[in-house]
């Protein structure tokens, strides 16, 4: 997932002409060029913000990142724009009758980007990663998403026994994951991307993070269409075509990625010295109509998977946790006044969200209550508390929480009476998030809370200040892209996951999420999708986050490139097809 740095974005209503032409961009690829693909060319894309560094799969956390591994990495399975699982690096598979057990074949004759052979010891190598005891600590995230399913996980990722038992190569091409019990989404949890043993095998897994495999262009080996071969940090990130690529050589020779700010990226898609701007951020929906009127660039806009939202700090985690790199919720420390609900409950009704949408997003978004992709059968807006803007009623829930003005300054004070400051956190790069930080303190000082509007860090900064949380933030911004794989929402909300930057631990929530996922009632969609349900209305009532808007995602490139075809996901689809007309 993820991703830092992240936005789900439906269309609304007056959206679905846009929609409708979408799907037939979606079905039919990009047509800018006629004739057959041509080989050779570069081309440039814009993001917004550096990637933080990190390029390996098993660590890496932010979006940015993302848009070097989406190159460079694959994975077992992959999906198709209806979500549906199909073979990629695996060409077949047979799940056992009691769905504990998924035996893959994989593809032959698949070369990392050194010109080593993949096989199925890497697949184990990486799971065994990722289940080792010290991942957690030295930064890994990505343990509670899938590996915690694996048979013997517990006492393997404990140090108790060096035995692996969760993944088993059984030759060089066929390996079976096994389960502690019968998985709904066992597909969803083997389409994990896949890092080389040849590369990793004798480093320690708290030296990973910092290997030169890991950081540096011309060092990270993927199997990917792309190799990640050179880089002017924070400024620009090249990207090689890789010869022998698997499926076929790729059309282009390279894919620069530079970084820009946004108030200089159209200019440069107008000149064309860049030719796309895609994923995280896209094109800001204040410019859509700029973009749109030039004739050069073609312009897609769809629903996201992903949403910005303002985050509460309901507890803090300990010096002691932290400095152990642990995520234990015996342990927190309540952050006394966003830990109540009233208060939560009070931000949300006195936010203005449709004129985020209206103001911000120029109509092109939404507003959801439900931290689940709406793309996704579990999604269920009627489940949620909608918190419609209302003033009145924010100020009602203070006074009944006990915040009230008592010494007429227009501010409102503790229950004891002491003064009331709220500080609310912010990163740079996204423009979008940015313009929102000031219209929130104005909603929020509007029923009576002082706002603290901090001054905004640089992305890398700022995230590794929230992942800590042993500090004073009450509220953040942040915004998720999610996973594609499943709905199930434990990788963000559930009380241990470490994404879960609220620090929200609720016994009904921790409940319902181990319940949708519990067989064999969960083999059946229905019965998931009603404990999903029943989620988001205690999501959406206890509120660790409001979700301020679903942004659609708008991408543009230069009509000189050709088959884009990007995923309800992604705009990072098959770059192995991309070819230039001139």
């Known amino acids: 997932m993820l991703s830092v740095g992240f936005v789900l974005a439906a269309c609304n209503e007056d959206d679905s002409s846009k929609e409708e032409g979408n799907k037939t961009q979606a079905e039919g690829g990009d ?3 006629s004739g057959e693909p041509q080989k050779g060319g570069t081309i440039t894309g814009a993001m917004d913000t550096a990637p933080a560094g990190v390029f390996n799969p098993i660590f890496y956390e932010e979006a940015y990142e993302a848009n070097i ?13 209806e979500l ?3 073979p990629h690096l695996a060409k077949e598979w047979e799940i056992n009758e009691d769905q504990t057990e998924i035996t893959l074949k994989l593809e032959e004759g698949v070369k990392w980007h050194d010109g080593e052979e993949f096989t199925a010891d890497d697949v184990v190598f990486t799971y065994k990663a990722i289940s080792t005891h010290g991942y957690i600590e030295a930064g890994g995230i990505r343990s509670s998403e899938f590996a915690e399913r694996l048979l013997g996980y517990e006492e393997f990722s404990k140090g108790e026994t060096d035995e692996f038992e969760g993944v088993v190569a059984e030759d060089d091409y066929t390996v079976t994951f096994k389960f502690t019990e019968p998985n709904v989404t ?5 389409s994990f991307s896949i890092i080389p043993e040849h590369i990793f095998g004798e480093v320690p897994i708290d030296e990973m993070p910092e290997h030169p495999a890991t950081l540096n262009p011309g060092e990270v080996i993927g199997t990917g269409p792309f190799k990640f071969t050179e880089m002017l940090e924070r400024e620009q990130y090249v990207l090689e075509k890789h010869a022998d690529y698997w499926k076929q050589e790729p059309y282009l020779d390279k894919i620069v990625w530079r970084v820009v700010d946004q108030s200089v990226m159209l200019g440069l898609l107008e000149s064309e010295e860049i030719d796309f701007i895609a994923d995280p951020s896209g094109v800001p929906a204040p410019d859509y109509e700029t973009v749109s009127g030039l004739e050069h660039v073609e312009i897609i806009e769809q629903p996201d998977f992903g949403y910005q939202l303002m985050g509460f700090k309901i507890n803090h985690r300990t010096d002691a946790d932290v400095e152990a790199g642990k995520i234990e919720p015996d342990n927190w420390v309540p952050n006394e ?4 609900q009233k208060v939560r409950q009070a931000m949300a009704y006195a936010i203005d969200r449709n004129a985020l949408v209206d103001n911000l997003l120029y109509g092109h978004g939404s507003v959801i209550n439900a931290p689940i992709a709406q793309q996704f059968w579990a999604y269920d807006e009627e489940a949620a508390t909608k918190y419609e803007f209302d003033p009145e009623k924010a100020k009602s829930l203070l006074d009944e929480a006990g915040y009230k003005d008592t010494n007429d300054d227009g501010f409102r004070e503790t229950p004891d009476g002491k003064e009331w400051v709220v500080n609310l ?8 998030r940015e313009d929102s930080a000031p219209i929130l303190e104005k909603f ?4 009576g809370i002082n706002i603290d509007l901090r001054q905004p860090k640089e992305m890398t ?3 590794e200040e929230l992942e800590k949380d042993n500090s004073d933030w009450d509220l953040y911004l942040l915004g998720w892209s999610l996973g594609s794989g499943d709905p199930d929402p434990v990788g963000l909300w559930n009380a241990g996951a470490p994404y879960n930057y609220s620090r929200w631990n609720n016994e009904e929530s921790e409940k319902l999420l181990k319940e949708a996922v519990k067989t064999p009632e969960a083999f059946e969609q229905e019965y998931r999708a009603k404990k999903y349900s029943e989620w988001q209305s205690v999501f959406s009532e206890d509120l660790p986050a409001l979700l301020l808007y679903a942004q659609n995602k708008i991408y543009a490139h230069n009509k000189r490139l050709n088959g884009v075809n990007p995923m309800p996901y992604s705009y990072n689809n098959e770059p192995e097809n991309w070819w230039v007309s001139d």
């Open 31 to 33: 047509d800018g060029a």
């Open 69 to 81: 591994l989406d190159f460079t990495h694959e994975s077992l399975v992959s999906q198709n724009k």
């Open 84 to 86: 549906e699982f199909e």
């Open 186 to 190: 066992i597909l969803k949890d083997v």
């Open 337 to 340: 006044d966003m830990s109540e």
């Open 425 to 432: 956190n912010y990163p740079t790069g996204n423009k979008l």
């Open 444 to 447: 929020l000082e509007d029923v």
């Open 461 to 463: 900064a700022y995230q």
